[in-house]
């Protein structure tokens, strides 16, 4: 079992940068797979970014390629997602997830654990 919170998000000015932080807890966070995923109002949660549990492999989402990036720190057994050149498209809640294994997971399905998430708004 996996509890996850995020943490970091706000409001901020388009062109700006935020760091969302996710702190898991569990001895075995450095065996989960994690990805970051964001729903705004009337859409579909989507697919931001996915790190495998050993950092070795990360994956973007089109959108924020070039943008955003994915790290973890299994010391302390947290995710990170650095955000800068924000958009007002960027606009969501942003939330973290775990699995257990190896892979990069890409599918909202593939994660059996979730954060509640964290607003993130970005003003033009």
């Known amino acids: 079992q996996v509890q996850l919170v995020e943490s970091g998000g706000g409001l901020v000015q388009a062109g700006g940068s935020l760091r969302l932080s996710c702190a898991a807890s569990g001895r075995t966070f450095s065996s989960y797979g994690m990805g970051w995923f964001r729903q705004a109002p009337g859409k579909e949660r989507e697919f931001v970014a996915a790190?495998?549990?050993?950092?070795?492999?990360?994956y973007y989402a089109d959108s924020v390629k070039g943008r955003f990036t994915i790290s973890r720190d299994n010391a302390k057994n947290t995710v990170y997602l650095q955000m800068v050149r924000l958009k007002p498209e960027d606009t969501a809640v942003y939330y973290c997830?775990?699995?257990?294994?190896?892979?990069?997971?890409?599918?909202?399905?593939?994660?059996?654990?979730w954060g509640q998430g964290t607003q993130v708004t970005v003003s033009s």
């Open positions: 997830a775990a699995d257990p294994g190896f892979r990069l997971l890409l599918s909202p399905q593939d994660y059996h654990y």
């Open positions: 790190i495998t549990y050993s950092s070795g492999s990360t």
